[in-house]
C-alpha cells in the first residue's frame, strides 16, 4: 500500500540552505513538446520529446538578507542545488535549479507572497529514509 503524505514536514534547501519555513508550496512539474513529421507522402511521423522541467516556489516574502527572496535576487541565473523532502523519513529528491529572482511586494494587511518557476533538471529521487 503506498504512503501518503501531506506537507506538513516537508524540507527544501537551496544552495544547502533551509527555506523551510518561508515555503508554503513546491512542486517539480515535467513538460513535454509533442512534435511530428510530416514526409513529402503525407504520412505524419511523433518525435519522442524529453521532458523539460521545472520547479515552481510559492514563499512568503522577507526583507532579511538570509531570506529566499534576497537569495534569490543575489542568485538570480545561477545553478544552485535544490534537495526536497515531502515527508519526514521519506526519500529526498535533488536537481539543480536556475536561480530567479521573485516579486516584490503585495497586498495591504496580507503575508506578502511571491512565486517562481525555476528551469531545473530532472529530479532524481534518494532512498528512503536518506
Same mark, same amino acid.
Given at each position: 500500500?503506498?504512503?501518503?503524505?501531506a506537507?506538513?514536514?516537508?524540507?527544501?534547501?537551496?544552495?544547502?540552505?533551509?527555506?523551510?519555513?518561508? &515555503?508554503?508550496?513546491?512542486?517539480?512539474?515535467?513538460?513535454y513538446?509533442?512534435?511530428?513529421?510530416?514526409?513529402?507522402?503525407?504520412?505524419?511521423?511523433? &518525435?519522442?520529446?524529453?521532458?523539460?522541467?521545472?520547479?515552481?516556489?510559492?514563499?512568503?516574502?522577507?526583507?532579511?538578507?538570509?531570506?529566499?527572496?534576497?537569495?534569490l535576487?543575489?542568485?538570480?541565473?545561477?545553478?544552485?542545488?535544490?534537495?526536497?523532502?515531502?515527508?519526514?523519513?521519506?526519500?529526498?529528491?535533488?536537481?539543480? &535549479?536556475?536561480?530567479?529572482?521573485?516579486?516584490?511586494g503585495?497586498?495591504?494587511?496580507? &503575508?506578502?507572497?511571491?512565486?517562481?518557476?525555476?528551469?531545473?533538471?530532472?529530479?532524481?529521487?534518494?532512498?528512503?529514509?536518506a
Amino acid at each position: 500500500m503506498p504512503t501518503l503524505f501531506a506537507l506538513t514536514d516537508s524540507t527544501l534547501t537551496l544552495g544547502g540552505d533551509d527555506f523551510s519555513t518561508e &515555503v508554503s508550496a513546491v512542486t517539480w512539474t515535467p513538460s513535454y513538446t509533442d512534435l511530428s513529421h510530416t514526409g513529402i507522402n503525407g504520412n505524419v511521423t511523433p &518525435v519522442a520529446s524529453s521532458a523539460t522541467w521545472s520547479a515552481a516556489i510559492t514563499f512568503a516574502q522577507s526583507t532579511d538578507v538570509d531570506g529566499l527572496a534576497a537569495y534569490l535576487d543575489d542568485m538570480d541565473g545561477q545553478s544552485i542545488d535544490a534537495v526536497f523532502t515531502p515527508h519526514s523519513g521519506g526519500p529526498a529528491f535533488t536537481a539543480t &535549479v536556475v536561480a530567479r529572482a521573485g516579486a516584490i511586494g503585495g497586498t495591504a494587511n496580507t &503575508v506578502a507572497t511571491a512565486s517562481v518557476t525555476l528551469p531545473s533538471t530532472r529530479p532524481v529521487r534518494g532512498i528512503t529514509g536518506a
